[in-house]
């Protein structure tokens, strides 16, 4: 456990150098490239580390979950796949749905928390739900220009596509089987 409460702990804190205004400090002294490398690395690191300590935990049952969330997750999963696209591509979606990027984590982790009661998911959706949630009211919405509907089809596909390849290999990353 104690790996991956480290994990998120360094994922939170890559994550609050922006959100708590040091970035300029950190840019100042690395530049930008050296900034987003930093921000990168502590991903990267956190997350392997919240796997493999999650991997190593024993189920430790806080609440038992309703049968209905699983199916719920699985049928709004996608919804959160392509707001993740959304928030990273050009889209009338980001238009309507501010930071549709932090809200598609946002519905992630809320979706994982319904579905799963054990301690070790608890911690890490709320670690990520959490910040999605503080960083999605606590930044500005930029008002962005109407783009062409094709790109909207496009993240649409591509969303899917990601809710596919998280379905595919939602067991090797977490151990989880979610279909057949």
């Known amino acids: 456990m104690t790996i991956m409460i ?13 959100a708590w205004g040091y970035r300029p400090r950190v840019e100042a002294v690395a530049g930008h490239h050296g900034y987003m490398g930093l921000v990168t690395v ?4 956190s997350i392997i580390m919240i796997v493999f300590g999650y991997k190593q935990m024993e189920a430790q049952f806080l609440w038992l979950p ?6 719920l997750a699985l049928y709004l ?14 889209c009338n979606i980001s238009r309507y749905v501010p930071h549709s990027m932090l ?12 579905a799963n009661g054990d301690l070790a998911s608890t911690i890490i959706f709320i670690t990520f739900g959490g910040y999605a949630l ?16 094709y790109r909207d089809a496009v993240v649409v596909v591509i969303g899917l596509a990601v809710y596919w ?14 279909t057949g």
């Open 66 to 71: 309703l049968a209905p969330s699983y199916k």
């Open 103 to 114: 809200t598609g984590i946002v519905l992630w982790a809320a979706l994982h928390l319904l």
């Open 77 to 90: 999963m996608p919804i959160a796949a392509i707001l993740l696209v959304a928030g990273n591509l050009p």
């Open 6 to 18: 480290l994990g998120c702990a360094l994922f939170l804190g890559s994550h609050f150098i922006n």
């Open 134 to 149: 503080y960083r999605r009211f606590s930044l500005a919405s930029k008002p962005q220009e109407p783009q062409p509907l």
């Open 165 to 178: 390849a998280m379905l595919r290999f939602h067991e090797t990353l977490s151990g989880v089987a979610l």
């Open 42 to 45: 502590g991903s990267i690191i």
